[in-house]
């Protein structure tokens, strides 16, 4: 008598162990791409403006992990335990990217809030530009390593035959979920939130209202910032290694995720970084040339998505009054 | 009607960003190889005076920086050596190459343009990559400028006929680094599963589509597949190789990518799978992975006393990838020099002399001595294979 499992093994000869693989890898991929992508779209929600400095905040980030963890020592002796200064680095991070961010907005951005809306884009592209040139004055032009393995050291989960998880991939999912949720709850139950959708919704009446809508806006880039940081740090921790150049193709497809998702729908970001993710790992493993021209496919799903659902998976369409 | 505006913008905005991105990852540079119109530099003679320019072409910033930097040095090493013993100078005219980054090719072919209008360039060392060989023949060729690279490997660079006369490397094609590759795997290592990952560049392909000709000759199952060199994220591709690899072959360029992919191995518990890597990941950051690793390298000898100098100068840091340059540096120079006897040279003038370019044995740093033949490949062109142990390579065949 032949089991359920053999049975679908022998019609459905599927790889579980490639699956898995793969959707594992997607899934942390994912989980990067969707902390930079709620960024946009939180700013895109407040503004309605493409903020297009937003991956080299996300790089500033990943570097002033890398700093924080020289400081406490480098990943071979660290003063404090791994995880602990994993912590740190996160903070720091976030802190710092969080007033970076603020300081974007107060200088880029406000000066420029009433101007045609190419104004902004443009000087979003320009701060883009120097941020991506000073990192390369300042910190060089080659890669620098976080050591992950010295530091908190890999460990891998054989979960079933041939299925292997990391202890760091278990972590960045569960921690990109976590500052999802704390994002989510923040939008959705708190005053601050109210406040920010009540600015998302109509800036001119909330201001009526007597909601400092400047602070406002200013607290959605630090937030925006903030998580583009963390994403950083994650990069850093899982693939090892960051660049002074390494914000420009994660910003790319952070935007592409927020769009995906839906620009200005939180949870459209959060699923648009996951699909984006998962797109991109399984176009490695399963399609031909597929890591070759992953980006291919990766663009391709947004043209698609433009053409099937130009709002997003989870945007709804605005209708303006004329 | 103003959101569906935006949406619009915001499409093309992506699909163009799109294009650029795609465009720039997989372009080949053939449009960039084109010729351009002679200028009558060729045979315009230059007054040498006591200064002589060498054009240094290098990836000074980008990816491949860590690499750059290291031939850059070399570089410059063999300028201070040879300003402090002749009463005639050199100084470089650098420029970036951008090598590995998105719009690389189009500044290598920027910079080749550079250095063809600029009258007191006689010779050119570099670039370090074969991709940018290609690219930036066009522009030299066109100026008349030689350009002898202490770097590119791959085969048909000299092979093809395109750029007799003009390049020169002080490095053996890839053709000579497969044999030591495929033989070492077949008959010392005895592995039969090997997946080969290039980094789709014109040198990497070209390796890896020699390997593994050479392997499938002689019987070993080989796996093949490429990532970008923009790419960090290895796992993907690390889960589609099948679990029963004995070795995974890397002939890639950035040492950094090179030890993202085998922590990544690791962290997926492929960590005893052996990785063999190419001349262009001989550095600490590769061999550091563990003992599991390999690497193809360039002739050298590493007890020559100038080697052991350069440590010192660099504070014990022995990356010895950009010695090659130090002798492409060492040729143009000494064509430069013979072109100049009689105080007056023309670019035509420095590429016969790099033509007739002979260093002993003794005074190469290669360990061998330097002379071309009609492709402008070297004479004797000897490649090592290397082992890691405790971090450090060590030749083992």
């Known amino acids: 008598m032949r089991g359920p499992h053999s049975f679908v093994r022998s019609y459905f000869p599927v790889n579980w162990s490639l699956f898995f693989g793969e959707l594992v890898s997607g899934l942390t991929l994912g989980s990067i791409y969707a902390l930079i992508a709620l960024g946009y779209t939180m700013v895109y929600g407040i503004l309605k403006l493409l903020n297009f400095a937003h991956g080299d905040v996300y790089m500033v980030g990943a570097f002033i992990g890398f700093f924080v963890l020289q400081w406490l ?79 908190i050291g890999v460990k891998s989960y054989h979960i079933g035959p041939n299925f292997f998880i990391s202890n760091i991939q278990i972590f960045t999912i569960a921690a990109s979920i976590a500052l999802m949720a704390a994002l989510t709850w923040l939008v959705a139950r708190t005053r601050t939130g109210k406040a920010m959708r009540a600015t998302s919704f109509d800036r001119e009446a909330a201001e009526m209202m007597g909601i400092r809508v400047d602070r406002v806006i200013s607290f959605t880039f630090f937030v925006g910032s903030a998580l ?80 099937v659902r130009p709002s997003g998976l989870l945007g709804s369409p605005v209708i303006q009054k004329v | 009607m103003r959101s569906r505006r935006a949406t619009v913008v915001a499409a093309l905005l992506a699909l163009g960003a ?29 007054k040498c005076g006591k200064t002589r320019s ?59 343009q550079a250095l063809g209008s600029n009258p007191s360039v006689l010779g050119v060392a570099g670039p370090a990559g074969s991709n940018e060989v290609k690219a930036t023949t066009g522009a030299l060729k066109g100026a008349g400028l030689g350009f002898v690279s202490g770097s590119a490997t791959n085969t048909q660079i000299t092979t093809d006929g395109t750029r007799t006369g003009y390049f020169f490397r002080t490095v053996p094609p890839d053709s000579s680094q497969s044999l030591s590759v495929s033989g070492y795997i077949t008959s010392k290592l005895k592995v039969t599963k090997v997946y080969i990952v ?41 889960n589609k190789i099948p679990r029963d690899t004995e070795l995974v072959y890397l002939p890639w360029q950035l040492p950094p990518k090179g030890q993202a992919f ?3 191995m690791k962290s997926l518990g492929r960590g005893s799978v052996k990785l063999m890597g190419s001349d262009g990941l001989f ?65 035509a003038e420095v590429r016969a002399q790099l033509k007739k370019t002979k260093i002993s044995k003794k005074a190469s740093l290669l360990g061998l001595p330097v002379s071309f033949d009609s492709n402008g490949d070297m004479v004797k062109k000897p490649f090592g294979v290397y082992h890691s142990v405790n971090g450090v390579f060590v030749r083992v065949g």
């Open chain 2, 283 to 347: 550095d600490p950051l590769f061999s550091g992975l563990g003992s599991n690793v390999y690497d193809s390298f360039f002739p050298l000898n590493p007890s020559d006393k100038r080697v052991k100098a350069f440590k010192k100068l660099h504070g014990g840091a022995s990356e010895l990838f950009g010695a090659p340059t130090y002798v492409a540096t060492q040729v143009v120079s000494g064509a430069i020099d013979r072109a100049c006897a009689n105080g007056t040279a023309s670019r």
């Open chain 1, 73 to 151: 020592g480098g990943p071979l002796t660290t003063a404090v335990t791994g995880w602990l200064a994993i912590a740190i680095m996160f903070v720091v991070a976030m802190v710092g990217c969080g007033a970076l961010g603020v300081g974007i907005e107060i200088f880029a951005y406000r000066p420029l809030r009433n101007a045609p809306r190419i104004a902004p884009l443009i000087s979003a592209l320009g701060v883009s530009i120097f941020l991506q040139n000073s990192a390369l004055l300042l910190w060089g032009p080659q890669f620098r390593s976080y050591d992950t393995f010295d530091l």
């Open chain 2, 18 to 46: 799109a294009f650029a991105v795609v465009a720039a990852a997989y372009a080949t540079p053939n449009r960039a190889a084109a010729p351009t119109a002679q200028t009558g530099s060729d045979a315009a003679l230059v």
């Open chain 2, 262 to 264: 085998g922590q990544q």
């Open chain 1, 228 to 307: 583009a940081a963390a994403g950083g740090v994650m990069f850093g921790i899982v693939f090892g290694q960051i660049f002074s150049l390494m914000g420009f193709t994660a910003g790319l497809k952070g935007f592409t995720a927020a769009v995906v998702g839906g620009i200005g729908s939180i949870p459209g970001a959060m699923l648009g970084g996951f699909l984006i993710g998962l797109t991109e790992a399984f176009a490695t493993g399963y399609l031909p040339g597929g890591s070759t021209y992953a980006n291919l496919y990766v663009f391709a799903l947004l043209i698609a998505m433009f053409l």
């Open chain 2, 198 to 238: 290039d980094d789709q560049e014109a040198y990497s392909i070209g390796l890896a589509d020699e390997v593994q000709a050479q392997l499938k000759a002689k019987g070993v199952t080989v796996g093949r597949d490429g990532v970008s060199q923009q790419q960090s994220d290895f796992s993907a591709i690390i």
């Open chain 2, 54 to 112: 060498i054009g240094l072409m290098a990836p000074f910033t980008g990816p491949a920086a860590s690499i750059g930097i290291n031939q850059v040095h070399w570089a410059q090493y063999y300028q201070r050596t040879y300003n402090a013993t002749h009463s005639t100078k050199i100084k470089f005219v650098n420029e970036d190459t951008m090598l590995g980054s998105a719009n690389g090719t189009a500044e290598s072919v920027k910079g080749a």
